[in-house]
């Protein structure tokens, strides 16, 4: 009977536990990618929409060269590739570097004959 008892008890202890500092990794790689688009393009972070996500190809849009304009995001293990339609042909890039610290993402943008061409560092973390 006791062992029915522990062994009941020990069952919905696991089902009830939470991982201990989960980040939502999905959620940081977004945010990394909002600020990419807005450092290529000069524009506030939050004026990227996603709109999907389909084999590691992120989908944003935002208002750009005076139309709706969707801007795409392949990532490759640490590379991010930006294209647009609106960019006839030119691409950005960035180095992701995923931080000692749990959770952060920073990014080494890179896009040479975009607005705003000078290189930056952008950085995001997730929350626990």
Same mark, same amino acid.
């Given at each position: 009977m006791i062992k029915t008892v522990l062994s009941a008890l020990l069952f919905s202890a696991v089902l009830c536990a939470s991982? =201990?500092?989960a980040v939502d990794n999905e =959620?940081? /790689?977004?945010c990394i990618l909002r600020e990419i688009l807005a450092s290529v393009t000069c524009k506030s972070v939050d004026e990227f929409r996603l709109v999907g996500k389909r084999d590691e190809v992120y989908v944003f849009n935002t208002h750009y060269a005076a139309k709706f304009t $969707?801007?795409?995001c392949q990532v490759f293990d640490k590379d991010v590739i930006i294209t647009c339609k609106a960019w006839q042909?030119? /691409? =950005?890039? =960035?180095r992701l570097?995923? $931080?000692? @610290? %749990?959770?952060?993402i920073s990014a080494t943008v890179n896009s040479p004959w975009a607005e705003c061409h000078a %290189?930056?560092?952008? @950085?995001c973390c997730g929350s626990d």
């Open positions: 991982p =201990a500092n =959620a940081v /790689m977004r $969707e801007f795409y042909g030119n /691409m =950005a890039s =960035a570097r995923f $931080e000692s @610290q %749990p959770g952060c %290189p930056k560092i952008v @950085q």
